[in-house]
């Protein structure tokens, strides 16, 4: 069964701090994506950041990137410089033709 | 460019009624999701469409929810009777295609059932 595991509920990090969100995976599948979404309250889920599983280099979005680790099937989120609106659920989810979510971990930016 | 358009964005029913949502995709977005988003929890898939054809539909509750993509755009997904525990946030996305192409999110239908 493909799963994915994020063992982080809840995280807190001070603005301008970084912090590191986990996630792991379990699949049989050897091509796939990798992403990190943001649902901040009022909903709306919003694509942070995607990684190729054929690719080495990993990904990055100005002030978010992953370390992705194939072997391990380890997909970690770095967001640097905290700000207040990163306050919000993230998930880490991998897509083989069909999209499966982690449980979320809930980050709050203390000002 | 409009994103995905859910509506109602709230409803509040009493067991046993039906109750629909409705979903208009990105423009030209073949392919349209429909998931199930429990509280704290990630979104799970309910049925994929692929134009107006069903093509993924094995985690869609048969007995109680139906759903339908007239003309392979807008989409209604449909519960009768509702029971108290399909209250959720139920998420519409949609895609370019299918398999790994980006999802975008509607903002979401929070079902309340009492």
């Known amino acids: 069964a493909q799963t994915v595991t994020q063992s982080q509920p809840e995280m807190s990090v001070q603005e301008a701090e970084t912090v590191t969100l986990s996630c792991t995976y379990d699949t049989s599948e050897n091509n796939y994506y990798l992403f990190w979404y943001k649902q901040p309250p009022s909903r709306q889920m919003i694509l942070v950041i995607r990684?190729?599983?054929?690719?080495?280099q990993n990904a990055t979005e100005n002030r978010f990137s992953v370390n992705f680790q194939k072997a391990a099937k380890s997909f970690s989120l770095k967001i640097s410089d905290s700000q207040l609106g990163d306050t919000a659920m993230y998930f880490c989810?991998?897509?083989?033709?069909?999209?499966?979510f982690g449980q979320g971990t809930t980050l709050q930016v203390k000002p | 460019e409009a994103g995905v358009v859910q509506s109602p964005r709230y409803k509040i029913i009493e067991k046993k009624q039906p109750v629909a949502f409705w979903c208009n995709p990105i423009s030209g977005h073949n392919t349209l999701y429909w998931y199930r988003q429990n509280l704290g929890q990630g979104p799970e898939l309910l049925i994929r469409?692929?134009?107006?054809?069903?093509?993924?539909d094995s985690q869609l509750p048969k007995d109680r929810f139906s759903a339908e993509r007239l003309k392979g755009v807008d989409s209604t997904l449909k519960i009768q009777p509702a029971e108290l525990g399909d209250s959720a946030v139920y998420l519409c996305?949609?895609?370019?295609?299918?398999?790994?192409?980006?999802?975008?999110f509607g903002p979401g239908t929070r079902l309340t059932v009492t």
């Open positions: 996305a949609s895609s370019l295609g299918s398999g790994t192409y980006e999802q975008y």
């Open positions: 469409y692929e134009n107006e054809e069903a093509v993924d």
């Open positions: 990684q190729e599983a054929y690719k080495q």
């Open positions: 989810a991998f897509n083989t033709g069909k999209l499966i």
